[in-house]
């Protein structure tokens, strides 16, 4: 097993979620990163003049410009474009990067309280959930482990291993103490797991744990112009992960048409009426509820 000792922290990928880039400021101005001696830990706000100017990103999606084709393509020069690169030879190169973890602290404007987001079911993702659910019970795992590692376009991509802390509801550029507190304690809970990783010490981990798996987008119907003709029905305002049945409604017309849930399983919701999706027009996320047995992976 690989020990874990470069752990980079990293705010402000999104430059109006306010919690990471204010937590991290928090650990700095009072040495919060010395609880962890073991951790090689640096931090780093990933796109400073979207923060500035308070907005999700400059010219395109930061957080989407790390797939491996756009960081060798040299007519990628848009703002985001470029800064993705320099991050990339600053942590990376993808594929050899010296950084063994990356935890990248990301808000949401939807109600999915403290969400941990993994990409991999490797050992190491495996214990991560099972340690931080056991810990923080009200915490929810979700794996988005579907692509192929070279289409992965996350900022996390670039490191040998990467997490998202993903903390809503929260508008966007607000600070919420609240919210704050959540996205504080899981990342503390976080690099507790490393630790314990690296010394081996994770005997204590539950047989296994609840975690959501995605499985699709929910998108809004939109006219000609990509104007919406329809929004997430008020049923499901707030209620990210609780479960819909096929048939329910999801979505309504402004006409007054119902919009059904067509699938053949029970989805449990995610990003519902997340404000940074007004462009592509995503109605919400979905996943399974799935049991994730330990002994499977570690
Ligand atoms: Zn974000």
Redesign the pocket.
Known sequence: MKKITRVALVGG??GN?LSGIYLLKKWRDHNQFQRWPQLELSQTIANPRACEQSV?YIETDL?REFALDALQDDERVGYEQLLAKKLNRQFGPRGKSPIELMIDL???TSNMGACLMLLRKDAFNIGLGAYVKANMPEAVVFFQDELPEEKKRFLISVAQQGVTV?VGPQPNSVLQQETLELMERMTQHILDFVVCYNEGSLTSLPADFEAFQYTEDLVLPTDEQGQRLGMVAKRLEQRDFQPIEPGEVVMETFDGTPITWQGNYTAYPLFINEA?YHKSHAAMTLSRRVMIRCADYL
Do not use: G, L, S, Y
């Open positions: 990928t999104h979620e999700r957080n990301h808000n949401t993903e940074a």
